[in-house]
């Protein structure tokens, strides 16, 4: 199954994250995709035990993640979600989002209502429901 996905995460205590980015704590969600594999790649996050990776691996040393979203798609909709939420919220710059033209995959969330319509409006455009 291939598709896209956005992790929740809670951050009880402001955190550096590999001396470049500095976190305040709170809510965040993560926008990721697994045009391979996306159960495998959101069942990575998932472990406690991995090898740090990617910048999502380092932030997870000190994140819970407290929910899922998962959306099998053949179109990599990461890029898309991510540009969508960056109208609305803000994150670190260069998180996660190297090989993208979005500004970071990463946001800090202040309004759950807002992040979760957002999300749906993508998913319902993209697919057309």
Request: a positive charge; charged letters at 30%; hydrophobic letters at 40%.
């Amino acid at each position: 199954m291939k598709g896209s996905y956005l992790l929740l995460l809670k951050l009880d205590q402001r955190t550096a994250i590999k001396d470049r980015w500095i976190l305040e704590a709170g809510l965040y969600a993560y926008v990721g995709s697994g045009m391979s594999d996306l159960s495998a790649r959101v069942k990575r996050h998932l472990r406690k035990r991995k090898k740090a990776h990617w910048h999502i691996d380092y932030l997870l040393q000190h994140a819970k993640i407290v929910g899922v979203i998962m959306l099998s798609s053949e179109q990599r909709l990461e890029e898309e979600i991510s540009s969508a939420l960056s109208k609305r919220f803000e994150g670190p710059e260069g998180f996660g989002s190297s090989d993208l033209k979005v500004k970071t995959n990463l946001y800090r969330l202040d309004d759950l209502d807002g992040f979760f319509a957002i999300v749906k409006d993508v998913f319902r455009t993209r697919l057309g429901e």
